[in-house]
C-alpha cells in the first residue's frame, strides 16, 4: 500500500495542484446573472403561491406558510432542538405531493446553492496568473481511501442536474488542448462481484450485460427483454444500494413502492445472489471478531467499537450506532478497494505518459473518474494508454471496464 500506492502518488498529486484546472470566468459571470434572474423568478412564484411576500430563506417563515397558512400535513419529523417541523429536503418532498410551493422552495434552494457556492466563488479562486484553480488534494481524506479535495471541492459539483452540468461547462483545456476523460464503468459492483465470488454476477459482468436490467430479470423470473425501465430502475437502485446497506424503507420511498415490494425485491435479491450475502455475513463476523476490515490491496480500517464481548454487546453502542457503523464496514471494502485501484491507475498512467514523452498531464480526480488534459495531437494515443492502464489496475474475477470520451470541456465529456 506504502511503497506502491500512497508513497508515489504524492509526487503525482503534487503536480495535479501546481498544474491546476483552467476555469472560465467569464461564462461563469454570465451564468451568474441567469442564476440570479432565475432566483427572483422562483421567489415571485413562491410569494404568489403563498399569497404574499416572505423571507423564503427564514425556516421560521416558511414553516408559517406551509403548516399555518396553507394548512400543509407534516410528516411528523421535527428538529432535535427546537422540537419544531422540519423544514428540511426530504419533508419538502414529501409535502410536494400536497402543494406546489414546497417544490419550488427546493428549485429555489438548489438555485441558490449553485450560485454562492461554485458560480459566485469559483471566480475568486481563479490564479489570475495562469487563469487556472489550485485545488487540494488529500491522501487520507477519507476514510475509505478516497481522495478528497478542498479549496475548492471540485468533487462535489453536481453532475446529475442541468445546472450543475453547465458549471462544469466553465472547466475547459488550454487553447489548442482537449479533455479525454477517464471513467471506471460500475467498478463497486465488479469488485463486489470479484469479493463475493457470486457466479451470477461474475457471469453477467463476464458476458457484458447490463448489470441492472439482468438483475431485474434475474430476481423478478422475467425474460430480460421484458424488464421495463421501472423495473430496471428498481434493479438498480438495490445493485447499488445493497454496498451502502440499503434498507427496504429506503428502497420504498426512492423507487415509490411500498414497504412490503420493496422487503420483497430485496429478499429475491438475496436469492439469487447469494454470495453476496454470504460475504457481507462474512465480513460482519469479521469485524466482529477482530474489529477491523481491509481492502483487496491491504488498506486497514479499524472498527473497535464493533468487536463482540463476551456477553455479546458491542461497545454500549445503540443499535442504529451499531448498524451503521457495520453498514460502513461492509461498504470499506468495496469503496476502499475502488479507491485502491484508481490511486494505483493514476501512479502508473503518470509514469506511462513521462516514458512516452507526452504532454498530457492529469488535473482532476473525482472518485471513479481520472480528467487529463491533453494536446489535440496527442488525444489518440493518450486516450489508448488511459485505457490500458486502468483496466489492468488490477487483476479481478471480471474485467474492469473504462468509458473514454475527449472534448472541448468537462461538461461535454461526462
Not at 451568474?32 to 412564484?45: K, M, Y
Amino acid at each position: 500500500m506504502f511503497d506502491e500506492i500512497e508513497a508515489p502518488l504524492v509526487r503525482v498529486l503534487e503536480e495535479m495542484e501546481a498544474t491546476g484546472i483552467r476555469v472560465d470566468g467569464a461564462m461563469l459571470e454570465a451564468m451568474g446573472r441567469d442564476l440570479r434572474a432565475e432566483l427572483e423568478r422562483v421567489e415571485r412564484e413562491i410569494h404568489d403561491l403563498a399569497g404574499h411576500p416572505f423571507n423564503v430563506n427564514s425556516p421560521q417563515q416558511l414553516r408559517k406558510v406551509l403548516f399555518d397558512e396553507l394548512g400543509l400535513v407534516p410528516s411528523g419529523r421535527r428538529t432535535q432542538k427546537t422540537r419544531v417541523h422540519s423544514t428540511g429536503q426530504e419533508v419538502l418532498e414529501a409535502l410536494a405531493a400536497q402543494h406546489p410551493l414546497p417544490a419550488r422552495v427546493l428549485e429555489y434552494r438548489e438555485l441558490s446553492k449553485l450560485l454562492g457556492t461554485w458560480v459566485e466563488a469559483l471566480p475568486k479562486l481563479i490564479d489570475p496568473e495562469d487563469g487556472r484553480v489550485h485545488t487540494r488534494f488529500h491522501q487520507l481524506g477519507a476514510a475509505t481511501g478516497r481522495l478528497s479535495s478542498s479549496d475548492p471541492n471540485l468533487q462535489n459539483i453536481p453532475i446529475r442536474t442541468p445546472l450543475g452540468r453547465r458549471i462544469r461547462e466553465a472547466f475547459v483545456p488550454e487553447p489548442g488542448w482537449l479533455f479525454v476523460s477517464a471513467d471506471y464503468s460500475q467498478m463497486e459492483l465488479r469488485i463486489l462481484a470479484h469479493l463475493s465470488g457470486d457466479p451470477e454476477l461474475i457471469r453477467a459482468f463476464s458476458e457484458g450485460r447490463d448489470i441492472h436490467a439482468y438483475t431485474a430479470a434475474a430476481v423478478t423470473g422475467i425474460p430480460l427483454e421484458e424488464v421495463t425501465p421501472e423495473l430496471r430502475a428498481r434493479a438498480k437502485a438495490v445493485n447499488f444500494g445493497i454496498i451502502y446497506g440499503m434498507s427496504e424503507f429506503r428502497l420504498a420511498r426512492e423507487q415509490g413502492m411500498s414497504r412490503d415490494e420493496a422487503r420483497a425485491f430485496i429478499t429475491a435479491y438475496f436469492e439469487r445472489y447469494g454470495k453476496v450475502r454470504e460475504y457481507i455475513d462474512g465480513v460482519i463476523a469479521h469485524v466482529a471478531r477482530h474489529g477491523e476490515v481491509r481492502t483487496l490491496f491491504g488498506r486497514r480500517r479499524s472498527f473497535p467499537e464493533l468487536i463482540a464481548t463476551e456477553d455479546g454487546t458491542r461497545g454500549g453502542l445503540s443499535r442504529p450506532q451499531r448498524e451503521a457503523l457495520v453498514r460502513q464496514a461492509v461498504n470499506a471494502t468495496v469503496q476502499g478497494s475502488g479507491a485502491d485501484i484508481i490511486k494505483l491507475a493514476m501512479v502508473r498512467l503518470h509514469a506511462r505518459f513521462r516514458d512516452q514523452g507526452l504532454a498530457a498531464r492529469m488535473v482532476l480526480q473525482v472518485h471513479d473518474e481520472l480528467l487529463v488534459e491533453v494536446p489535440a495531437g496527442e488525444v489518440a494515443q493518450v486516450e489508448r494508454h488511459v485505457r490500458e492502464v486502468m483496466e489492468s489496475a488490477a487483476r479481478l474475477a471480471v474485467p474492469l471496464a473504462v468509458d473514454v470520451r475527449s472534448g472541448p470541456n468537462w461538461s461535454a465529456v461526462h
